[in-house]
């Protein structure tokens, strides 16, 4: 169950080290003979409410954690795998989108850039097809918020534009 952070606020370090642990556990959980998912949906839940309550700067320390962790199991041969993880990641996608980038703060860039760096590096046509339906729908959606993400999601669009599997469908 999930703790309300204005009951047990923790500290910036302490978040982080929170985060690092949730990391750990979350691996161990989707290496089970089948995965399992828990701690990935606890991680979002973190994820998500941090966002909300911490300046963006601390937000950006926390995805920075949880994103290695992301590209890894994005990668997975594992589709089921790799898609629970995309789906974690377009989930955040919808409140983060919607948030205020500053000029210095390229906030966006950083966060959708993950989708690049899964899509690179998976060689499954299935997931990287996944991914292209995921920044079809933000376009869709955001596009007049994505700001700085529009360079990751043109590198996702250019790499599936050198895939000609990807371009027969």
């Known amino acids: 169950e999930c703790f309300q952070y204005e009951q047990f606020p923790l500290p910036r370090e302490s978040i982080k080290d929170f985060v ?4 750990g ?20 839940t973190v994820a998500s409410l941090n966002m909300e309550v911490r300046t963006m700067v601390v937000w950006r320390e926390i995805w920075s954690i949880m ?21 974690v990641i377009q989930s955040l996608s919808t409140p983060f989108l919607q948030k205020e980038e500053t000029s210095k703060m390229h906030h966006k860039g950083t966060f959708l850039i993950t989708y690049y760096e899964i899509f690179e590096t998976q060689e499954n046509m299935e997931v990287k097809a ?21 360079e990751a999601i043109m590198q996702v669009l250019i790499g ?8 027969a469908k």
């Open 20 to 23: 690092h642990a949730l990391c």
């Open 25 to 44: 556990i979350t691996t161990e959980e989707m290496k089970e003979k089948p995965p399992r998912y828990t701690m990935l949906h606890n991680m979002e």
């Open 67 to 87: 994103t290695s962790l992301f590209i890894q199991f994005g990668q997975s041969e594992n589709i089921d795998i790799a898609k629970n993880i995309l789906n």
């Open 130 to 150: 996944y991914i292209l339906d995921i920044v079809r729908y933000l376009i869709e959606k955001f596009g007049d918020k994505l700001q700085s993400g529009w």
């Open 160 to 167: 599936s534009a050198q895939q000609p599997k990807l371009i």
